[in-house]
């Protein structure tokens, strides 16, 4: 009788309560749970709990089983689900499996991104017995925006800025049935009942309507003209890539004289092999679902504007990720700079009227849509550095970027990361969100739109920060904001921060020798570090070897003329610097505002202006771009030695002085000297790394810091560190520049709270 007894016991049903965290609103994980139970003859339900998903389930214990099983391993692609819970329950009677309204409770709340356009809505937009047939704004669960369209939680329709827009019958048909793939997809609308574009060229009357606005600015996009065009996270200014007209009268306008444009191709592989060389993890990338900008080599000789990245190697190429821009692409038949519609270093423009009255003098007309954006996201940037993607910039299709922590936090934090590539951070118990990128803040907009992200997260994530994480230099942008906020403040070590973002990516590594190199940031003392190698962990960094220092005349101007750093090296060496100022010699000599910098970007920055590269860079970073372009395109040569020696603190300090006969020889060719420079500093690198492991026993590196960005240099020092036997790291999850900063804020704080 027993094997009958156990028949009658497993068919008996049985009850479970589920409890979903991660990313599983906004993500169609509702609908899938309703396809799932109705597919295992389950009964019960299924609703939103804010941030996470409540279900109740009943029925036989295999089938049970495999329900649990299945919400995780089939769950929708964009979805990123947790099983927090999977509780036994009372039985309770069904007739079948609803779903119920959203409910309040304990919050485990995930904000997902903005997501690409989904196979099945570029169909549709293609589609033209389909009706949304060349519909702008086509979206489903699977696709569209989030973070930038959401206002408060729970994800529901009139918590996002589609609220203003009632859906016509066939969208709330659809809009409310379970079995269909835009349930609950909160942007959803048509032509009837949606957003709609608008063409404004100034002075003139505007056009309304889809079709008509489109053709429009296709048509002065083919003229030669700039368009400024609202998408997802905010303003694109666009114009012909191929036209090198078009091109120079964008960069007179913006004005934006060499810094590189971004260009959006047609999303087939003919159009990008036109104007870039790519492989199959490029391609894979910029089809990802995160839809970034990704750095990839020219084609030569170039088919795209001469003057999209003078003087570089690289280009930065997306593909389109909505459906205004495939629509726009394949309009135009061609690739289109899409540069990011702003004032220099300010956050994107998100406001119609706003963007109208900013960009006026630079865009020639203007795509607008009445869709309103609740806070901006730029594009996020990645090159291919050491064989792995590295972001350059978090921002649209990326961020927020939510991570765990390796402990609790005593209490809710807000990190308000660097001056430059800002970026901010709210952490709370084991978790930690980073925003999308906001810009330099040396702008009143950029300073504002900190102050707009910091309070937009906690509302989003319902935790308010106690305490405020910030760098220790005092003219960063946000002290008025740390002022006005009236909350207690933990200062962290720009480099320190660096370092403890990198070791965060690291766990195996339980000590690292961290080579933290870049522009310029505060260190102990008050001293300007920048070209730093520390050992140990977060919370406590010792700082083990640096390069030799010397004096900086203009101290912060020397970051736009890199000439500044070239007559400082010379003066250092006493030789003369013909190409400097005398008074600004005589300031030299006397001490005055000339302070000390040990950074490694300076020395990158003298050595674009010694070869002739670059003396004024119109953008952060044009002159040591240039210098990596050009020794690319020079190819291997031979390294300078470079001294090492111990002060009497026992610090190793690297001497920069034997490259100043090589960075002045002008028999050689600039490309040579590029080449010879970037290999002497990689071979600097070793040699520190040699000496360090040999006192400490360490031989995991770090290599952090805007001057690791360099894809040369950061690839020289791995290869020549795994060649002696050390295991080289470099981040991968958020930026080694400045954009990660605010993640080593936190991870400093957790290590010493």
């Known amino acids: 009788m027993r094997p009958v007894v156990q028949e009658m016991s497993s068919s008996r049903p049985e009850a479970r309560h589920f409890l979903i965290t991660g990313q599983v609103q ?87 991104p903005d997501f690409f356009m989904c196979a099945d809505c570029l169909r549709e937009l293609n589609d033209p017995g389909n009706r949304r047939h060349r519909y702008p704004f086509i979206n489903c669960t699977q696709c569209g925006p989030r973070y930038t369209l959401i206002e408060s939680l729970p994800y529901d329709r009139p918590n996002t800025t589609m609220k203003g827009f009632p859906l016509c019958d066939e969208c709330a048909r659809e809009y409310g049935n379970p079995l269909d793939r835009r349930f609950h997809a909160e942007p959803v609308a048509c032509s009837v009942c949606g957003p709609k574009l608008s063409f404004v060229e100034p002075g003139e009357a505007g056009i309304v309507g889809n079709e008509a606005a489109l053709a429009a600015a296709i048509a002065f996009l083919k003229d030669g003209y700039t368009v400024a065009v609202k998408g997802i996270g905010g303003y694109h200014l666009m114009c012909d890539a191929k036209s090198d007209e078009a091109v120079a009268r964008l960069r007179t306008r913006k004005p934006r004289p060499f810094k590189p444009l971004a260009v959006m191709f047609p999303a087939d592989e003919k159009a990008l ?6 492989d199959e993890p490029s391609l894979a990338l910029l089809r990802s679902p995160q839809r970034p900008v990704v750095l990839l080599t020219k084609r030569h000789p170039e088919t795209l504007g001469a003057n999209i990245a003078p003087d570089l190697n690289e280009i930065g190429c997306m593909l389109p990720y909505s459906p205004l821009h495939a629509l726009l692409l394949g309009g135009f038949g061609g690739p289109l700079v ?38 901006p996201a730029d594009d996020s940037v990645y090159r291919v550095i050491a064989g792995k993607s590295r972001p350059l910039r978090l921002g649209r299709g990326a961020a927020p970027l939510e991570l765990e922590l390796p402990a609790k936090l005593p209490e809710p934090v807000l990190a308000l990361g660097a001056h430059t590539k800002n970026a901010i951070a709210l952490a ?68 320190h921060a660096h370092a403890s973002a990198l070791a965060w990516e690291f766990p195996e590594a339980e000590n690292l020798i961290v080579f933290a190199w870049d522009g310029v940031g505060l260190g102990e003392n008050n001293e300007l570090w920048g070209g730093e190698a520390f050992t140990g962990a977060p919370g406590s960094w010792q700082r083990a070897a640096t ?160 001057v690791f960005q360099n894809r040369l240099l950061a690839e020289m020092a791995k290869a020549l560190l795994e060649q002696h036997g050390f295991s080289a790291h470099l981040p991968q999850r958020v930026p080694i520049n400045d954009g990660g900063v605010c993640l080593g804020q936190v991870i400093e704080y957790l290590q010493t709270a």
């Open 338 to 375: 899409a540069t990011s519609g702003n004032l220099s270093g300010e956050p994107v423009l998100i406001d119609n009227a706003e963007a109208q009255a900013r960009l006026g003098k630079v865009a020639d007309a203007f795509l607008h849509h009445d869709r309103p954006i609740a806070r």
């Open 547 to 706: 390069f030799k220092p010397f004096r900086l005349p203009g101290g912060e101007q020397a970051g736009r003329e890199p000439w500044r750093s070239a007559a400082a090296l010379s003066w250092e060496c006493g030789h003369a610097a013909p190409f400097a100022p005398e008074l600004l010699h005589d300031a030299w000599q006397k001490g005055i505002n000339c302070p000390a910098t040990h950074a490694a970007g300076r020395l990158f920055d003298a050595a674009s202006a010694l070869t002739g590269l670059c003396t004024h860079a119109s953008f952060e970073g044009e002159g040591p771009m240039k210098l990596e372009a050009a020794a690319q395109r020079h190819g291997y040569a031979r390294p300078v030695a470079l001294p090492l020696a111990q002060d009497d603190a026992g610090l190793w300090q690297c001497d920069w002085a034997p490259l100043l006969p090589m960075l002045t020889d002008h028999t050689l060719a600039p490309g040579a000297r590029a080449a010879s420079f970037h290999a002497s500093l990689a071979h600097a690198l070793l040699e520190q790394a040699l000496k360090l492991r040999e006192s400490s026993g360490i031989a995991d590196i770090g290599l952090t810091g805007g």
């Open 428 to 495: 709370w118990e084991n978790r930690v969100v980073i925003s999308p990128h906001i810009g330099d803040l040396s702008s009143l907009k950029s300073q504002e739109t900190l102050a707009r992200v910091a309070h937009d997260l906690q509302a989003l994530y319902q935790v308010k920060a106690r305490r405020l994480l910030t760098d220790r230099h005092p003219g960063y942008g946000y002290r008025r904001f740390v002022r006005e906020s009236g909350l207690p403040v933990f200062e962290v070590l720009h480099h």
């Open 273 to 278: 092999s036109s104007g870039v060389m790519f």
């Open 26 to 112: 906004g993500v169609g994980f509702r609908p899938f749970v309703y396809r799932l139970a109705h597919e295992l003859e389950l009964h019960g339900w299924v609703r939103n709990v804010t941030g996470s998903v409540e279900i109740h389930a009943e029925g036989k214990a295999q089938d049970l089983d495999r329900f649990a099983e299945h919400l995780i391993s089939r769950a929708p692609a964009i979805a990123r689900p947790q099983l927090a819970k999977a509780d036994a329950a009372a039985c309770k009677p069904h007739a079948g499996f609803d779903i119920l309204p959203s409910h309040a409770g304990e919050a485990h709340i995930h904000v997902p």
